[in-house]
Structures are given as C-alpha cells and as structure tokens.
C-alpha cells in the first residue's frame, strides 16, 4: 500500500504554523509515523464520532483517513487540554456558515 498524503484544513494550518518550533517537529514526526500506520489513533466518539485522534506527547492530532483516495486529512492540532472543546467549537462555527 502507497503512504497516505497528508492535507491539513486551512485551521490546522493555521494552529500548526503558530506552533513552538519544537512542538512542530514533534507533530511531523507524528505525522510520519501515522503515514505508516493511519490506523494507530483512537476513535472518537459522540459528538466528534468519525473523527480519529493521534496523541503525540501532550498535542492531540484530530484527523480523519479516507481509504479511498488514501489520505490523512488533518482538521486540527492542539494542546491535549483543550483539543476536543475548540475543535468542538470550530466545527458549530463552521456550521453556522
């Protein structure tokens, strides 16, 4: 099987980009590995269900792999203290547009 491709929405762009330089290596890194094994991350459930997370150190990746084009689309990254509430909220905001 070919590795995945990654895309990032213009969110997770954004959140990466402002990132501490370190933290960015260690998301890349992450990324790689997910490259390898796009299954390795938990499912989430409830209000986020379809989406899957990949908790490298204390970041969460939230990103969905789509088999058919072989993608691993990446809707965003954050600190494991708030991940799954903003991300929450950017999706009602999304919405509401």
Request: no cysteine; proline share 5%; net charge positive.
């Amino acid at each position: 099987m070919r590795r995945p491709a990654v895309r990032f929405t213009p969110e997770a762009a954004k959140l990466v980009s402002k990132l501490h330089p370190e933290i960015k290596k260690m998301i890349r890194s992450a990324l790689e590995e997910l490259r390898s094994n796009p299954f390795l991350g938990d499912d989430l459930r409830e209000e986020l269900s379809g989406f899957k997370t990949f908790k490298p150190r204390r970041y969460r990746i939230l990103y969905k792999f789509d088999e058919d084009e072989n993608t691993i689309d990446v809707y965003y990254v954050g600190h494991r203290s708030d991940v799954y509430e903003q991300f929450m909220l950017l999706l009602k905001q999304l919405q509401e547009k």
